[in-house]
């Protein structure tokens, strides 16, 4: 069975700094790419990052490029998202989700629970 | 990116059909047969529904499908059952190399 188990998130104050995680089993990890979508209270989904199985492969969506990385690491069945400089429109509850296939350009299949990150002062 | 166009609402009672359309560009829906759909609960995460345009995932059932036609998708629901009340979303894939989400449309069954 997938699991994505997301955390990390919580409390910040606009400008600072939060890293996410996301822990994968069920399948093995280094063959599908990983995504991660967020979703503002009482909004819509919003795609921010995906990464290739092999990390050779990145995109991220304009509101959060130059902000957020993405990472994972294949040995750890992890996917990370360091959020710098982050601002109150970033508050949303932030969902884990596997690819359908090795690339970014396939859907993203199953997904976690999310993890809540709530930006303010 | 902007967000793909889903209209806000549809209802139906049990037994009927919907359709939810989805309208993006040529750089988007138009230009990619990466079309995906998604169902959420409330307080729940999304589930894919279709994906490649008119594909379903194992489980789904085939009273879900898709089909697209120029810049706009469509998801079809026939036999509309209470459980289908839902929220559900398209996803396209785009020539920025992202994903674009439509604005979600809330399906109430009457």
Redesign the interface.
């Known amino acids: 069975e997938v699991q994505l188990v997301e955390s990390g998130g919580g409390l910040v104050q606009p400008g600072r700094s939060l890293r996410l995680s996301c822990a994968a089993s069920g399948f093995t990890f280094d063959d599908y790419a990983m995504h991660w979508v967020r979703q503002a209270p009482g909004k819509g989904l919003e795609w921010v990052s995906g990464i290739s199985w092999n990390s050779g492969s990145t995109g991220y969506a304009d509101s959060v490029k130059g902000r957020f990385t993405i990472s994972r690491d294949n040995a750890k069945n992890s996917l990370y998202l360091q959020m710098n400089s982050l601002r109150a429109e970033d508050t949303a509850l932030y969902y884990c989700a596997k690819g359908w296939a090795g690339v970014v350009i396939f859907p993203m299949h199953y997904w976690g629970q999310g993890t809540l990150v709530t930006v303010s002062s | 990116?902007s967000?793909l166009t889903q209209p806000a609402s549809v209802s139906g009672s049990p037994g009927q059909s919907i359709t939810i359309s989805c309208t993006g560009t040529s750089s988007d829906v138009g230009g990619y047969n990466?079309v995906?759909w998604?169902q959420?609960h409330p307080g729940k995460?999304?589930?894919?529904m279709i994906?490649?345009v008119s594909k379903r995932?194992s489980g789904v059932s085939n009273r879900f499908s898709g089909s697209k036609s120029g810049n706009t998708a469509s998801l079809t629901i026939s036999g509309l059952q209470a459980e289908d009340e839902a929220?559900y979303?398209c996803?396209s894939?785009t020539s920025?190399?992202?994903?674009?989400?439509?604005?979600?449309t809330k399906l109430t069954v009457l």
């Open positions: 990116q967000a990466y995906s998604y959420q995460a999304p589930k894919l994906y490649d995932p929220d979303y996803s894939y920025s190399s992202t994903w674009v989400f439509g604005g979600g």
